[in-house]
Protein backbone atom coordinates (compact mmCIF):
# COMPACT_ATOMS: atom_id res chain seq x y z
CA UNK A 1 0.00 0.00 0.00
CA UNK A 2 1.11 3.42 -0.10
CA UNK A 3 3.53 5.05 2.41
CA UNK A 4 4.74 8.20 3.49
CA UNK A 5 8.49 8.47 5.46
CA UNK A 6 9.33 12.05 6.71
CA UNK A 7 12.19 13.14 8.96
CA UNK A 8 11.90 12.05 12.82
CA UNK A 9 11.80 15.36 14.69
CA UNK A 10 11.44 17.90 16.60
CA UNK A 11 13.47 20.03 14.17
CA UNK A 12 14.78 23.25 16.06
CA UNK A 13 16.37 26.24 14.67
CA UNK A 14 17.20 29.50 15.25
CA UNK A 15 15.44 32.09 13.48
CA UNK A 16 16.92 32.77 10.49
CA UNK A 17 18.33 29.25 9.43
CA UNK A 18 17.18 27.43 6.77
CA UNK A 19 14.82 24.78 6.96
CA UNK A 20 14.94 20.84 5.17
CA UNK A 21 12.33 18.15 6.04
CA UNK A 22 12.83 15.40 4.27
CA UNK A 23 9.69 13.14 2.82
CA UNK A 24 9.74 10.10 0.91
CA UNK A 25 6.95 8.11 -0.61
CA UNK A 26 6.12 4.26 -1.97
CA UNK A 27 2.92 4.64 -4.12
CA UNK A 28 1.57 2.62 -6.80
CA UNK A 29 0.52 5.21 -9.64
CA UNK A 30 1.63 8.62 -9.79
CA UNK A 31 0.30 9.91 -6.67
CA UNK A 32 -0.01 14.07 -6.08
CA UNK A 33 2.05 14.90 -3.11
CA UNK A 34 1.42 17.52 -0.61
CA UNK A 35 3.14 19.36 2.76
CA UNK A 36 -0.13 20.46 5.15
CA UNK A 37 0.72 22.39 8.26
CA UNK A 38 -0.49 22.75 11.89
CA UNK A 39 -0.25 25.06 14.05
CA UNK A 40 -0.81 24.97 17.93
CA UNK A 41 -4.11 24.07 18.56
CA UNK A 42 -5.41 24.12 14.95
CA UNK A 43 -6.51 22.33 12.26
CA UNK A 44 -4.83 21.22 9.01
CA UNK A 45 -3.91 24.02 6.34
CA UNK A 46 -2.69 23.05 3.10
CA UNK A 47 0.77 24.36 2.57
CA UNK A 48 1.62 23.52 -1.07
CA UNK A 49 1.15 20.75 -3.28
CA UNK A 50 2.91 19.20 -6.66
CA UNK A 51 0.61 17.31 -9.11
CA UNK A 52 3.13 15.99 -11.46
CA UNK A 53 6.87 15.00 -11.68
CA UNK A 54 9.35 18.24 -11.55
CA UNK A 55 6.56 20.12 -10.08
CA UNK A 56 7.87 22.60 -8.01
CA UNK A 57 5.07 23.89 -5.33
CA UNK A 58 5.59 26.63 -3.06
CA UNK A 59 3.98 29.03 -0.66
CA UNK A 60 5.01 31.71 2.20
CA UNK A 61 8.74 31.15 1.17
CA UNK A 62 8.17 27.21 1.30
CA UNK A 63 9.37 24.95 -1.49
CA UNK A 64 8.88 21.56 -2.21
CA UNK A 65 9.99 19.76 -5.65
CA UNK A 66 7.99 16.48 -6.59
CA UNK A 67 10.83 13.84 -7.56
CA UNK A 68 9.95 10.50 -9.14
CA UNK A 69 13.48 9.45 -9.55
CA UNK A 70 13.75 9.91 -5.80
CA UNK A 71 10.61 9.33 -5.07
CA UNK A 72 10.72 12.84 -2.31
CA UNK A 73 9.42 15.49 -1.71
CA UNK A 74 11.78 17.26 0.64
CA UNK A 75 10.35 20.83 2.16
CA UNK A 76 12.47 23.59 2.48
CA UNK A 77 12.87 27.22 3.47
CA UNK A 78 15.25 29.53 3.60
CA UNK A 79 14.92 31.80 6.61
CA UNK A 80 12.23 30.11 8.88
CA UNK A 81 10.55 32.53 11.33
CA UNK A 82 9.06 32.16 14.56
CA UNK A 83 5.97 31.76 13.45
CA UNK A 84 6.60 29.11 11.45
CA UNK A 85 6.69 26.86 14.72
CA UNK A 86 4.32 24.11 14.00
CA UNK A 87 3.64 20.58 13.17
CA UNK A 88 4.40 19.70 9.62
CA UNK A 89 2.65 16.52 7.46
CA UNK A 90 4.05 15.38 4.27
CA UNK A 91 1.13 13.24 2.30
CA UNK A 92 0.36 11.81 -1.27
CA UNK A 93 -3.17 11.42 -2.65
CA UNK A 94 -4.76 8.52 -3.90
CA UNK A 95 -5.70 9.89 -7.23
CA UNK A 96 -8.67 7.53 -7.33
CA UNK A 97 -10.73 8.64 -4.27
CA UNK A 98 -8.59 11.11 -2.50
CA UNK A 99 -7.81 9.69 0.06
CA UNK A 100 -4.79 11.47 1.88
CA UNK A 101 -1.97 9.43 3.77
CA UNK A 102 0.30 10.99 5.84
CA UNK A 103 3.53 11.07 6.81
CA UNK A 104 4.28 10.90 10.89
CA UNK A 105 4.87 14.97 10.67
CA UNK A 106 7.38 16.61 12.11
CA UNK A 107 7.30 19.42 15.20
CA UNK A 108 9.14 22.16 14.52
CA UNK A 109 10.15 24.83 17.24
CA UNK A 110 12.00 28.27 15.70
CA UNK A 111 13.56 30.04 18.76
CA UNK A 112 14.35 33.98 18.48
CA UNK B 1 -17.27 31.82 6.59
CA UNK B 2 -14.99 28.84 7.60
CA UNK B 3 -14.93 26.34 4.68
CA UNK B 4 -14.97 23.10 6.65
CA UNK B 5 -16.78 23.31 9.84
CA UNK B 6 -16.90 21.22 12.73
CA UNK B 7 -18.90 20.82 15.71
CA UNK B 8 -18.04 20.80 18.63
CA UNK B 9 -14.13 21.48 19.23
CA UNK B 10 -14.23 19.71 22.10
CA UNK B 11 -15.88 16.85 23.78
CA UNK B 12 -15.76 15.22 26.79
CA UNK B 13 -17.44 12.32 27.81
CA UNK B 14 -17.88 8.60 29.76
CA UNK B 15 -16.89 5.64 28.67
CA UNK B 16 -19.91 4.08 27.63
CA UNK B 17 -21.69 7.28 26.06
CA UNK B 18 -22.60 7.90 22.59
CA UNK B 19 -21.63 10.75 21.15
CA UNK B 20 -21.83 12.61 17.60
CA UNK B 21 -19.69 15.19 15.79
CA UNK B 22 -21.02 17.42 13.15
CA UNK B 23 -19.15 18.57 9.81
CA UNK B 24 -20.03 21.11 7.29
CA UNK B 25 -18.39 21.83 4.15
CA UNK B 26 -19.31 25.48 1.99
CA UNK B 27 -16.87 24.73 -1.02
CA UNK B 28 -19.47 23.25 -3.17
CA UNK B 29 -17.27 19.76 -2.74
CA UNK B 30 -18.68 16.26 -3.50
CA UNK B 31 -16.17 14.53 -1.48
CA UNK B 32 -15.75 14.65 2.08
CA UNK B 33 -13.65 12.52 4.72
CA UNK B 34 -13.21 11.96 8.49
CA UNK B 35 -10.00 11.39 9.73
CA UNK B 36 -8.54 10.07 13.01
CA UNK B 37 -5.72 12.11 14.67
CA UNK B 38 -3.64 10.53 17.50
CA UNK B 39 -2.31 11.34 20.69
CA UNK B 40 1.16 10.78 18.44
CA UNK B 41 0.21 13.31 16.02
CA UNK B 42 -0.58 10.39 13.24
CA UNK B 43 -3.42 10.85 10.92
CA UNK B 44 -5.30 8.40 9.32
CA UNK B 45 -8.59 8.42 7.53
CA UNK B 46 -11.64 6.82 8.63
CA UNK B 47 -14.07 7.07 5.85
CA UNK B 48 -15.04 8.69 2.53
CA UNK B 49 -18.12 9.77 0.98
CA UNK B 50 -18.56 10.93 -2.51
CA UNK B 51 -21.99 12.63 -2.83
CA UNK B 52 -23.99 10.77 -0.15
CA UNK B 53 -22.48 6.93 -1.16
CA UNK B 54 -19.52 5.59 1.31
CA UNK B 55 -16.30 5.05 -1.15
CA UNK B 56 -13.87 4.26 1.54
CA UNK B 57 -14.38 2.61 4.96
CA UNK B 58 -10.85 1.65 6.31
CA UNK B 59 -10.64 -0.95 9.43
CA UNK B 60 -12.69 1.10 12.08
CA UNK B 61 -14.63 -0.44 14.83
CA UNK B 62 -18.37 -0.69 13.94
CA UNK B 63 -19.57 1.13 16.94
CA UNK B 64 -18.22 4.30 14.53
CA UNK B 65 -21.19 5.09 12.05
CA UNK B 66 -20.59 8.18 9.50
CA UNK B 67 -23.66 9.42 8.15
CA UNK B 68 -24.57 11.72 5.08
CA UNK B 69 -27.56 13.46 4.66
CA UNK B 70 -26.47 15.45 1.48
CA UNK B 71 -22.93 16.18 -0.16
CA UNK B 72 -21.87 19.46 2.31
CA UNK B 73 -22.70 17.40 5.52
CA UNK B 74 -20.78 14.61 7.00
CA UNK B 75 -21.34 13.28 10.42
CA UNK B 76 -19.98 10.71 12.92
CA UNK B 77 -21.72 8.61 14.92
CA UNK B 78 -19.60 6.85 17.90
CA UNK B 79 -21.72 4.39 19.79
CA UNK B 80 -19.91 3.06 23.47
CA UNK B 81 -17.36 5.25 23.85
CA UNK B 82 -14.35 3.43 24.97
CA UNK B 83 -10.88 5.17 26.45
CA UNK B 84 -8.75 4.37 22.91
CA UNK B 85 -11.18 6.26 21.08
CA UNK B 86 -9.49 9.52 22.42
CA UNK B 87 -8.13 11.66 19.41
CA UNK B 88 -8.87 14.33 17.86
CA UNK B 89 -11.35 14.23 15.06
CA UNK B 90 -10.80 16.21 11.66
CA UNK B 91 -13.14 16.58 8.61
CA UNK B 92 -12.41 17.03 5.54
CA UNK B 93 -13.68 17.74 1.98
CA UNK B 94 -12.32 17.69 -1.40
CA UNK B 95 -13.71 17.51 -5.17
CA UNK B 96 -13.21 15.24 -7.60
CA UNK B 97 -10.32 16.21 -10.35
CA UNK B 98 -8.93 18.50 -7.32
CA UNK B 99 -6.73 16.31 -5.20
CA UNK B 100 -5.83 18.72 -2.28
CA UNK B 101 -8.64 18.47 0.60
CA UNK B 102 -9.67 21.08 3.23
CA UNK B 103 -9.65 20.15 6.80
CA UNK B 104 -11.78 21.59 9.55
CA UNK B 105 -10.62 22.73 13.06
CA UNK B 106 -10.89 19.33 14.21
CA UNK B 107 -12.63 17.57 17.48
CA UNK B 108 -10.86 16.67 20.45
CA UNK B 109 -12.56 13.81 21.75
CA UNK B 110 -11.62 12.72 25.31
CA UNK B 111 -13.01 9.76 27.10
CA UNK B 112 -13.01 9.41 30.64
Known amino acids: GDSVTQMEGPVTLSEEAFLTINCTYT??????LFWYVQYPGEGLQLLLK?????DKGSNKGFEATYRKETTSFHLEKGSVQVSDSAVYFC???????????FGQGTILTVHP | DTAVSQTPKYLVTQMGNDKSIKCEQN?????MYWYKQDSKKFLKIMFS???????INETVPNRFSPKSPDKAHLNLHINSLELGDSAVYFC???????????FGQGTRLTVV
Open chain 1, 50 to 54: ATKAD
Open chain 2, 92 to 102: ASSQVGKPEAF
Open chain 2, 49 to 55: YNNKELI
Open chain 2, 27 to 31: LGHDT
Open chain 1, 27 to 32: ATGYPS
Open chain 1, 91 to 101: ALSDRSYGKLT
